[in-house]
């Protein structure tokens, strides 16, 4: 199956596929574990630094391999990429989908970029996901609250978004719609589904994204899936769970220089938040 008949299948069962972000190998392996272990298909999505340090290609080709080893779909998708040469890379190497941010551009130059986009995207019949409205935070450990960092922005307005979707012709609408990137310290993540609910109702042949999806109740997350989320996107937790464990196998080997004879258990760690996401998403089983 394509990507877009993977997210068709998702949208028609109300169920989401995760899209986790791989910064190395380690991270890598424990996502595509997690997915074989509970029989789902996963995204694995690089950002333009994470994409220029493993190198497009062989984020492409350990995919490939790690799907057929595992016998599960793995999808590859070009995560935040800001340019039409960044966008260029992902097409060129072969990713699945292709995620053009050009939210922090006048509208009129991202909708313009957009669409060349997709035009060179769809002619390989890959998917497109744009963005229209800067989704706040960065994936990383916040002190503060995710209320107060939401509230720098602006939501998703509907009837814009019509307009956006219908003049760049993309197929993924990554919906502002309280969701930040990263993990704050205050917990006060809020999904403002009445937002998704009317982006919905307007845009029913598009298929939504939800970015910063790490640290958002497991509820709320369900509750955006009902309402029409297909993929969402995480990376904070991945991070925070391989650093953290990292820095206390290292602690307690203190002479060991042999670094994968410590990753075991960080991988496994990485693997259990990459389960229970899978478990929330409610694509176990449907590879």
Not at 147 to 160: N, Q, R, T, W
Not at 208 to 232: C, N, P, T
């Amino acid at each position: 199956m394509t990507g877009r008949e993977w997210l068709q299948k998702a949208k028609a069962e109300k169920w989401a596929i995760g899209a986790f972000n791989v910064g190395n190998l380690e991270t890598f392996k424990a996502i595509v574990q997690a997915a074989a272990n509970k029989k789902s298909p996963v995204i694995i999505e690089s950002s333009p630094g994470e994409t220029s340090w493993i190198g497009p290609e062989n984020v492409i080709d350990l995919a490939r391999n790690y799907s057929q080893q595992f016998g599960i779909p793995v999808l590859v998708n070009l995560d935040h990429a800001k340019n039409l040469e960044e966008c260029q890379q992902g097409i060129d190497a072969g990713y699945d989908l292709i995620h053009f941010d050009g939210s922090e551009l006048p509208l009129e130059q991202n909708i313009e970029i957009a669409k060349k986009v997709v035009e060179l995207s769809h002619a390989k019949g890959l998917v497109v996901e744009g963005e229209m409205d800067h989704i706040m935070g960065s994936s990383e450990i916040h002190q503060g609250s995710a209320l107060e960092e939401a509230a720098k922005g602006a939501f998703s307005d509907p009837e814009k978004a019509v307009e956006f979707v219908k003049s760049t012709g993309i197929d993924i609408f990554a919906a502002f719609f309280g969701n930040v990137h990263g993990v704050f310290s205050a917990g006060d993540e809020k999904l403002h589904l009445e937002v998704l609910e009317q982006l919905s109702a307007k845009l029913p042949d598009t298929f939504f994204s939800l970015h910063g999806g790490s640290g958002i109740s497991g509820d709320q997350v369900k509750e955006a899936i009902q309402r029409g989320i297909v993929k969402v996107n995480i990376n904070t937790e991945l991070r925070e769970a391989f650093r953290a464990n990292l820095q206390e196998e290292m602690k307690e080997h203190p002479d060991e220089y042999a670094m994968y004879k410590l990753e075991g258990p960080v991988l496994e760690e990485v693997q259990k938040v990459v389960e229970e996401k899978i478990d929330i998403f409610g694509s176990f089983g449907k590879a």
